[in-house]
């Protein structure tokens, strides 16, 4: 008898013992995690309790408001702008959670920026039961942004713009969009039903930024990136001369400069010489941008090439608001060395964002300085006061001043008289680069252009890329597609800022 006492006090010491574990890791370990479960409808009800807080551009437009329903949930997240916006404030979506500035300011948005405004002493004396969240003003300007929408048109592709003195981005898009206003739906089905026709699961999705996220071939942009490491390697200055051949033949049946441990050969785009043939300078060969000249100058500073390539920010995380995929810039081993040619005119394995790119023509406006990207300049609380303002952050020095300074100049000669010449504005200096960017074999190529102006005291850095040439096709060109896109978006902020 007293063994089956002593069983059953045992038994119950080890069940209160496991309920009291369990009790401690339920409130101690796994409360966030069960408070953050979208299943929680406790934490639903309390987090659309709240008014969340507005997105708005930096001259004032809401893109991202909450609208008071009179039901359980009580506040919807409304988009009143569309598909716009789509890729910068993402949504607030019941279903599918937060993305983009919904989620990266998620807290400041729900008024839990950790920092303690009058608001916030006024409702705790006064007991004020209507939560609101802080606002978050944006960088973008809404005028520019409908103009990079309108510029890039129907085209499949990206437009970035950004000041590059602070990284403040003035205009990002990307088409395709979506509208984040059916996701953020209080109807289920509904929100469930535009998900799926986004194809959220497939490589063109609208879901996907192109603009953070697109990774392609930089092409001839890249030659702005080889210039800059030729020039700080001390091996080169502008007037250095290179052979002007039509190809870079095989090493085994030609003499150097070619392309060694391969029988293939790399050809001009223009299928000619750059310039008759002969000799070729390095100022010329930016200005017409020729292949053969970079392809020499990758196989001959890989090193000088792959660290300014770093320097842009390929290989980093770049630390943007929203997120950005890495481009990438292979640091390419001995027995690989035809590729290093091919990386010298932004082929090969060299794959870059839009973003990427508009971060070189700022770091080169910005005297080599590159900044870090910002989409948001500051958080407001309900009441008007300004919780937190961002300031500007320089990610690295790609090049010294005096090597942007040649780069430039180059760069606008490559505008005035070279393959840029669409991007030209009367009375400014535009410092441009074009890129035409071969894709998988029969594909026809991307177009590129990136740009800042002006020249002499640069206000807007551009990268535009339209997949595929858009509608020119097999004949599609930077110059010919990207740089009027540019131009477009340069002279609009000029009208705006009147520089």
């Known amino acids: 008898m007293q063994k089956q006492i002593y069983r059953v006090g045992v038994a119950l010491v080890l069940a209160f013992t496991a309920i009291f574990l369990q009790l401690n890791y339920v409130q101690i370990f796994a409360a966030e995690r069960i408070a953050e479960n979208n299943a929680n409808p406790r934490e639903l009800l309390q987090r ?127 088409n395709p969009s979506f509208d984040p206003d059916p996701l953020a739906s209080h109807e289920s089905k509904e929100a469930a039903r535009y998900w799926r026709s986004l194809k959220p699961r497939s ?60 029988n293939r050969s790399l050809t001009n785009f223009t299928r000619t010489a750059c310039i008759g043939g002969g000799r070729i300078d390095l100022f010329t060969a930016l200005v017409v941008s020729c292949d053969t000249t970079y392809a020499i100058i990758g196989l001959e500073i890989p090193s000088d090439v792959f660290d300014v390539a770093e320097g842009f920010g390929f290989n980093q995380n770049i630390g943007f608001d929203v997120g950005a995929e890495t481009s990438r810039f292979p640091d390419i081993d001995d027995d690989d060395e035809p590729l290093r040619a091919y990386a010298g005119i932004g082929q090969g394995d060299v794959v870059a964002t839009p973003l990427q790119m508009a971060l070189v023509a700022a770091g080169v406006a910005n005297d080599g300085e590159v900044p870090r990207p910002r989409l948001v300049r500051e958080i407001i609380s309900p009441t008007g006061e300004i919780v937190r303002r961002f300031d500007g952050e320089t990610m690295s020095e790609a090049i010294s001043a005096e090597t942007a300074d040649t780069v430039t100049e180059m760069m606008v000669a490559a505008v005035n008289e070279g393959t840029g010449t669409a991007a030209r504005i009367p009375g400014v200096d535009v410092a441009g680069k074009t890129g035409t960017a071969q894709t998988v074999e029969g594909a026809n190529p991307h177009t590129w252009f990136i740009a800042f102006a002006p020249a002499d005291d640069p206000k807007l850095a551009v990268a535009v890329i339209v997949e595929h040439g858009g509608s020119f096709g097999s004949e599609a060109t930077g110059g010919a597609v990207a740089a009027p896109i540019a131009k477009i978006i340069l002279e609009t902020d000029r009208s705006i800022r009147r520089w």
């Open 48 to 174: 659309y309790s709240v008014k969340r807080g507005d997105i708005l551009t930096l001259d004032g437009t809401r893109i991202a408001v909450s609208q008071d329903t009179g039901g359980k949930l009580r506040y919807r997240r409304t988009y009143p702008e569309g598909e716009l916006y789509g890729h910068i404030t993402g949504f607030n979506s019941i279903n599918y959670g937060n993305s983009r500035i919904e989620a990266s300011f998620d807290d400041a948005l729900l008024g839990d920026s950790g920092v303690i405004t009058m608001q916030d002493i006024e409702d705790q004396l006064f007991g004020d039961k209507d939560e609101a969240g802080d606002h978050v003003r944006l960088t973008i300007h809404s005028r520019l942004q409908e103009v990079a929408r309108d510029a890039l048109g129907g085209n499949r592709g990206a437009v970035v713009a950004l000041d590059p003195t602070n990284g403040e981005v003035r205009a990002m898009w990307s």
């Open 203 to 262: 490589t063109n999705s609208p879901l996907i930024s192109l603009a953070t996220s697109g990774g392609y071939p930089p092409g001839s942009t890249f030659k702005v990136v080889t210039t800059g490491a030729a020039l700080e390697s001390g091996r080169y200055t502008p007037n250095s001369d290179f052979p002007d051949p039509v190809a870079l033949e095989p090493c085994s049946e030609s003499e150097p400069p070619c392309m060694p441990l391969t």
